[in-house]
């Protein structure tokens, strides 16, 4: 529970200085989503949705909608007092009545139904941003978890790298890295895509790779902690080729930029620079801090002022498109920010494979 108690003192620090009573952090099954209620919890949603309540003072409780009596193994909750409500939004209501409740999921996880049976009961304040700020330093216990996450990742792009040559399908391609990611303990904890074309697709049978794609792959280690790690493979077009100058600029940049007292702002221009001075739009947000949950804030954007400090680990993935709109590169990586500065976890040249 060492590490348990971490995590709750850390939560309960940031809902000391927002006046807040307890957290309630809401979770579903669907992928990216449910680490939240892992990372307070140890328990792991495989169907349905389940919540996590942190209160000021006192123990915390993990709620579950009763009519699917099972939405995991219940035995892997650190927590003890495990409900199972008809209505979670009722027992919560009754649990919470007159409080001041940061929530985590108000806007995308909790459901309808629930909302409707606390709304005028509990005063319920969007928490996400919060929550994920006290959670985004990783403690030596979560960095090993990350680096083993890494690791199944990178091992999972050198199987698609060896798989693939042009005129295989994208299902064929992928399948030696999905292998490889359940044998390695990943479970259902995967989003992996490539990229053929305009956009992301599901790796089908019917897709056939030419001589450049682009895997996305994003995966989780038995420890929980989501990472992105990909190179582009094949032969680049001239215009390609160019973006693929700009990313060498941004990975060496990126290595400086990475430094406590950093802002996320003050990281987004360092590692952008190399795309806009070449004339390139960035599409996708050029990084994020990553965790349990597959997308955490910080982002690292334009305008957002959050000091980087040690121990915090961010998915960089600029997203640098052409200026006619017509080409793009995306390759991932996982960094982790040390008191000398930005440390790529995978250990991937730069390049295009």
């Known amino acids: 529970m060492g590490e348990l108690a971490r995590r709750y003192a850390r939560v309960r620090e ?35 949705y389940a ?20 939405v995991g193994v219940h035995g892997t909750s650190q927590i003890e007092d495990q409900v199972f409500a008809d209505q979670p939004g009722v027992w919560l209501a009754h649990r919470l009545r007159g409080q001041r409740v940061g929530v985590y999921g108000l806007d995308y996880v909790m459901t309808v139904r629930d909302f409707a049976a606390m709304w005028d009961k509990v005063e319920l304040v969007p928490w996400d941003l919060e929550f994920d700020h006290a959670r985004a330093v990783k403690s030596e216990e979560e960095l090993e978890s ?10 999972g792009f050198h199987a698609f790298r060896e798989a693939y040559e042009p005129g295989r399908t994208a299902a064929d391609v992928l399948a030696p890295a999905e292998r490889l990611f359940v044998e390695q303990g990943c479970g259902r904890l995967t989003m992996n895509m490539v990229l053929v074309g305009p956009e992301f697709a599901i790796a089908r049978d019917d897709l056939v790779l030419q001589d450049f794609c682009i895997p996305s792959l994003e995966v989780a280690g038995p420890g929980g902690h989501w990472v992105e790690v990909s190179r582009a493979l094949g032969s680049p077009s001239r215009e390609v080729g160019r973006m693929l100058e700009a ?25 952008s620079k190399g795309f806009l001075d070449r004339g390139y739009h960035l599409g996708h947000v050029t990084g994020h801090s990553i965790g349990m949950t597959m ?33 793009c590169l995306y390759m991932q990586d996982t960094w982790l920010v040390t008191s000398d500065g930005g440390e790529p976890l995978a250990g991937l040249p730069m390049q295009i494979f």
């Open 14 to 48: 940031a809902l000391g200085r927002e006046g807040l009573d307890a957290a309630l952090v809401c979770g579903t099954e669907y992928t990216g989503f449910e680490g939240q209620v892992t990372y307070l919890s140890g328990f792991q949603i495989v169907h349905r």
């Open 247 to 271: 990313y060498q600029d941004y990975f060496e940049a990126a290595k400086s930029a990475l430094e406590p007292g950093a802002t996320a702002h003050d990281v987004h221009r360092a590692v």
């Open 51 to 70: 919540y996590v309540l942190l209160p000021l003072e006192g123990e915390p409780a993990i709620v579950f909608p009763s009519e699917a009596r099972y």
């Open 295 to 327: 997308i955490e804030f910080p982002k690292i954007g334009e305008g957002v002022e959050t000091e980087l400090e040690a121990g915090m680990v961010f998915s960089l993935h600029p997203h640098v498109i052409s200026e006619d709109g017509r080409e």
């Open 146 to 155: 990350v680096r083993d996450s890494v690791r199944i990742n990178t091992e």
